[in-house]
């Protein structure tokens, strides 16, 4: 709902407030929420699972949280399957690199449990909440489409939906009041968005997908997703079993902060605290260099003697979602903590991670043709029987 806490933060799918430089406090909002802190035994439960190392963004706490995950592991260990799924509402023509992580860290899912997967495009919400005709949210969503499918999802095993009965039941189960209590509407909202809940809550279920399940309902699904996702979910998990459905599990991300700090997240709406996709190798360094907000001392002889704080500067919080390298990233931390390392030095390193990255992007995006992206959208079989 659209209140603050008492400690003045805010987050909901649509607003993200911290009340300090360091950024939103995921230990209230997991307790608000009521989901469950990652552990380090579910990270190397997980590892050991799929004889793989757990994913940099599982180690370094920037995925989180979840809900019955566990559950959900239980279920592969006995060789059940389940199924991925995550979205993206295209707001914008060039996806940012806060957008990125979700995907990397559903690519890294999809690739340690090879299981199918779905990617929601709700270029339908986008249209209910901003100033956008229906066309040019679909163009959105197609141009997105092709950022997503430059992150390397396999056309095999990544599907995209056909799910109206489902939404039907879901919106038979949920009352004006409960989405006005979960999400903060109120009598003015167009009722496009009182019903878009269950549209992002239909592909939780098997059911929505007979062209890859077979028409079976129990399959499980997990959905990695930013926190602030997480209201749709429980409302999702709150219906399911009067479904008759298993409730999906969850994996939430922390949010990427915006350039000028972690008061809020990247936006791509405000390009100003945003690096794109779609930026240069010269905006990047521009970018960085004008607007990332640095923990460190006003001068060269006070940060030396002070040292630099880490848990404030968006440079070094931006290493530790892209800089893979653990060792290099500790000898950062410690450099710069100690006043060894300057924030010039510290920009400099991040450019060269963040150029890298988004260049990297670009190269796959530029193979990604309107065939593939049609392909990719049409409903159909995966290589999964059931
Ligand atoms: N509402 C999300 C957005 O605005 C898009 C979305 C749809 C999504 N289904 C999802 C995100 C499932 C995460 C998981 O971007």
Request: charged share 25%; hydrophobic share 35%.
């Amino acid at each position: 709902m659209a209140t603050t806490d008492q400690d003045d933060q805010l987050v909901t799918p649509w607003e993200v407030t911290a009340a300090s430089q360091k950024g939103v406090d995921y230990d209230k909002l997991i307790k608000k929420f009521g989901s469950t802190k990652i552990e380090d035994s579910l990270i190397e439960r997980i590892a050991r699972l799929t004889g793989k190392p757990a994913h940099h963004l599982m180690r370094r706490g920037i995925i989180f949280s979840h809900r019955d995950v566990g559950l959900i592991l239980d279920a592969y260990e006995k060789g059940k399957p389940f199924f991925l799924y995550t979205g993206r509402g295209p707001s914008s023509e060039a996806m940012h690199l806060g957008h990125l992580i979700p995907f990397v860290f559903t690519k890294y899912l999809q690739d340690v449990f090879d299981v199918p997967l779905v990617i929601q495009m709700t270029d339908d919400e986008k249209f209910l909440w901003k100033d956008m005709s229906v066309e040019e949210a679909r163009r959105l969503a197609s141009e997105n489409a092709k950022d997503i499918i430059a992150f390397g999802f396999d056309k095999e095993k990544t599907s995209s939906p056909d799910f109206y009965k489902t939404i039907l039941r879901v919106e038979k189960c949920v009352t004006v009041n409960q989405v006005k209590g979960i999400f903060g509407f109120n009598d003015s909202d167009c009722i496009g968005k009182i019903s878009f809940p269950a549209i992002q809550a239909a592909p939780s279920f098997s059911c929505s997908f007979p062209q890859i399940f077979g028409g079976k309902k129990d399959i499980a699904c997990l959905i990695p997703c930013a926190i602030d996702q997480d209201p749709y979910f429980r409302m999702t998990r709150d219906v399911a079993p009067r479904l008759g459905y298993p409730k999906p599990a969850l994996l939430h991300s922390t949010f990427l902060p915006a350039l000028q700090g972690a008061m809020t997240k990247m936006s791509a709406s405000e390009a100003s605290t945003s690096i794109y996709l779609t930026d240069s190798a010269d905006d990047i360094r521009d970018k960085i260099n004008k607007y990332a907000y640095s923990g460190g001392q006003s001068t060269v002889e006070e940060h030396r003697r002070v040292g630099g704080n880490v848990d404030v500067d968006v440079s070094y919080q931006y290493l530790t979602f892209f800089l893979e390298d653990d060792e290099k990233l500790a000898k950062i931390e410690k450099d710069y903590s100690s006043g060894a390392m300057l924030t010039g030095d510290l920009k400099k390193e991040l450019i060269s991670v963040v150029q890298q990255v988004v260049a990297e992007h670009q190269q796959r995006r530029q193979q990604v043709t309107e065939q593939m992206v049609q392909e990719f959208m049409t409903p159909r079989k995966l290589k999964y029987s059931s």
